[in-house]
């Protein structure tokens, strides 16, 4: 006997929604073994995948899969010449859950009648919630003095004095707060003030300064696909993200020059062509050879994407650097007043990935590539 879902419809969705919401939070928890976080996040995308799939008898590949695909399959095959190969597999899994996401996102439903996977209320909905919560342990975390920890990836504890995730999720909270302000999409706006309000204060404490350059980077992006900036507004907006930069490098902890690990990761390039297998940028730190200049600290990420992906897979790291160039020319494409919220928080933590190694975080990768399905999604929905 066939089961109908119809009536339970909306139960289903709310069970997913707080599902969802439940892997979010673990994925900023932190953990020294993640990878049973990243299996857990790219399950419930396949499940979800699934669904749709049976629903549309369809998937459709986003723009530019194939580019992706292609690196994951270049990621795949470095693990045979990796320096840690465990290390390997697990990123491996965590880009893989990222494509499970992005997929999802752009095949998410546009039927207003559709209950069961309402992705874009969930994050709308989402975003806000993450934030307060995180803000909330970070503070306790703060003032019982209990904020150090050896879990790299926690969105509120931090493994660094002077320096706590928090900010680049509050960041992310905060472009959102500030497009739907600015599209005019609020629907509840004392929550929305009091959550921006509350974002901003935990961004300063932070302490993370890429998280203000990621938020200035979407505010200026909503603020020109919006067509409030003119060319002569742009221009002095641009000059004054430059000013932070100045201002933040000239300070105590900087943020784009002291990154003696860019050079080192040119080194291990030069020493390595293909890589080292991803993750392990620890090794080619440690390694002399690959001290340009002298350039000797010593980390375990490089804080920026790209030369995460060329340290760890070398020249066949070249299919993600022509996707990330893709995805984000079709971003500053968006028309779509409600896509362009989803593309403001693309951008924003695109930046942060930038000068951080925060992409490591599941959550925020996560909702790096949900963020992108869903402002992608007007190519095929126009």
């Not at 069970?15 to 996040?41: D, E, R």
């Not at 590949?61 to 470095?78: A, E, M």
């Not at 919220?341 to 925020?364: G, Q, R």
């Amino acid at each position: 006997m066939k089961i109908s879902l119809k009536k339970y419809e909306s139960v289903i969705g709310d069970i997913l929604f707080a599902i969802l919401g439940g892997i979010l939070v673990l994925g900023g928890l932190g953990s020294n073994n993640p990878v049973w976080i990243f299996y857990t996040g790219g399950a419930f995308a396949a499940v979800l995948l699934i669904y749709i799939f049976r629903k549309n008898r369809r998937v459709i590949f986003p723009p530019h899969f194939i580019f992706y695909l292609t690196f994951l399959l270049s990621s795949l095959t470095s693990i045979l010449w990796s320096l840690n190969k465990q290390m390997s597999y697990e990123v491996f899994i965590l880009l893989f859950s990222g494509a499970l996401f992005w997929l999802l996102a752009y095949n998410a439903h546009v039927q207003k009648e559709e209950k069961i996977v309402n992705l874009e209320e969930w994050i709308n909905s989402l975003i806000i919630y993450l934030g307060l919560l995180f803000g909330i342990l970070y503070l306790y975390a703060k003032f019982s003095h209990d904020y150090l920890t050896t879990h790299s990836f926690s969105l509120y504890l931090q493994s660094e004095v002077n320096h706590n995730h928090v900010g680049d999720l509050e960041a992310l909270v905060l472009t959102f707060i500030a497009a739907n302000i600015i599209l005019k999409k609020v629907k509840n706006i004392i929550l929305m003030y009091f959550a921006g309000i509350f974002s901003a204060v935990i961004i300063i404490l932070s302490g993370s300064r890429s998280a203000i350059l990621g938020l200035i980077a979407g505010l200026i992006f909503i603020l020109n696909a919006k067509g409030i900036l003119d060319r002569k507004k742009l221009i002095l907006a641009a000059l004054l993200a430059v000013g932070v930069i100045f201002i933040l490098i000239s300070g105590g902890k900087t943020t784009l020059f002291s990154r003696e690990y860019y050079f080192q990761a040119i080194g291990g390039f030069i020493n390595h062509p293909f890589g080292v297998g991803m993750g392990n940028f620890s090794e080619i730190s440690l390694d002399p050879k690959n001290h340009i200049l002298g350039f000797s600290k010593f980390t375990k990420f490089v804080h920026n994407i790209i030369l995460e992906a060329v340290s760890g897979a070398g020249l066949l790291a070249i299919p993600f650097i022509i996707w990330f160039i893709k995805v984000h020319r079709d971003a500053f494409k968006v028309k779509s007043t409600e896509k362009m919220i989803f593309a403001a928080i693309f951008i924003c933590l695109s930046v942060n990935f930038f000068f951080d190694y925060i992409y490591f975080a599941p959550t925020l990768f996560w909702l790096w590539f949900t963020c992108l399905g869903l402002s992608q999604a007007w190519v095929r929905r126009k």
